[in-house]
């Protein structure tokens, strides 16, 4: 009889950091959960792993993180196909949309309460019952430095982030006394990735860019933590980046 293999789930496994991580838990021993609106996304993630391990099984879940509930209920039937959900990242970011704070309207509001938010605690409230139960588990929460500073220019982005760092540090006191970890991973950085290519060409160096198959090793390396020295806030930044805070 074989063991079971660690099932890593990955709401928002698109280009760049989502498939990259997608290839680093696989690379790592673990199966993949890939849910998504794109097919697209969960296709080009899976291939990306099944050339990283050739024997990784994968599932795939349709939903749209700013639905809920349809959020909660892909998960729910990830799960019943694939097993308990070990690892859960939810790599979701809203739109960069650039505006004053009193350009701000109440659908812009309610949209990123809803991706930022309520997505993020649909997808924890879907594994965490079980993870509590069984004694362990690993939740991130892929985030930036704007969960540490409001904006002139992009407030929509900052009340987001500010909100999933509220979040990820409420299930945190309330749950890791149950063996679940959770992690708010904060990215204060820009990612080499072609869009933000094309920008650096223009502005300035691209050492400023932070590889993403750097960036998933840190949340590779913070899975590993032992239960006494977990980190729940981790910030990520290359060495030319300015601090903003």
């Not at 890939?34 to 969960?42: G, I, K, T």
């Not at 993180?65 to 990242?89: C, F, K, Q, T």
């Not at 987001?160 to 970890?181: E, M, N, P």
């Not at 820009?190 to 949340?219: C, F, S, W």
Request: proline letters at 4%; hydrophobic letters at 40%.
């Amino acid at each position: 009889m074989t063991s079971r293999r660690g099932v890593c789930t990955i709401v928002g496994p698109g280009p760049g950091l989502g498939t990259a991580l997608a290839k680093r838990f696989a690379r790592g021993g673990y199966d993949l959960g890939l849910v998504s609106r794109s097919e697209e996304s969960r296709v080009a993630a899976q291939n990306a792993a099944l050339a990283e391990r050739p024997t990784t099984q994968v599932w795939h879940q349709r939903a749209d993180a700013n639905s809920p509930v349809s959020l909660e209920r892909a998960l729910s039937a990830l799960s019943a196909d694939a097993g308990p959900i070990d690892v859960l990242i939810y790599n979701v970011r809203g739109t960069f949309a650039r505006c004053e704070p009193l350009d701000m309207t109440y659908d812009m509001l309610e949209y990123t309460f809803r991706l930022e938010l309520a997505g993020a605690f649909a997808a924890a409230k879907a594994v965490l019952p079980e993870m509590r139960t069984r004694g362990h588990g690993t939740i991130f929460f892929s985030s930036a430095t704007a969960a540490f500073r409001g904006s002139a220019t992009h407030p929509i982005y900052a009340i987001g982030k500010f909100g999933l760092r509220a979040l990820s540090q409420s299930l945190t006191k309330a749950y890791s006394k149950d063996g679940v970890h959770i992690v708010h991973m904060r990215l204060d950085c820009d990612l080499d990735v072609p869009t933000m290519n094309g920008i650096y060409r223009v502005t300035r160096d691209q050492a400023g860019l932070a590889d993403h198959k750097d960036v998933v090793e840190t949340y590779w390396l913070t899975l590993q933590q032992p239960k006494g020295v977990w980190s729940n806030e981790v910030e990520i930044r290359p060495l030319t980046e300015a601090w903003t805070y």
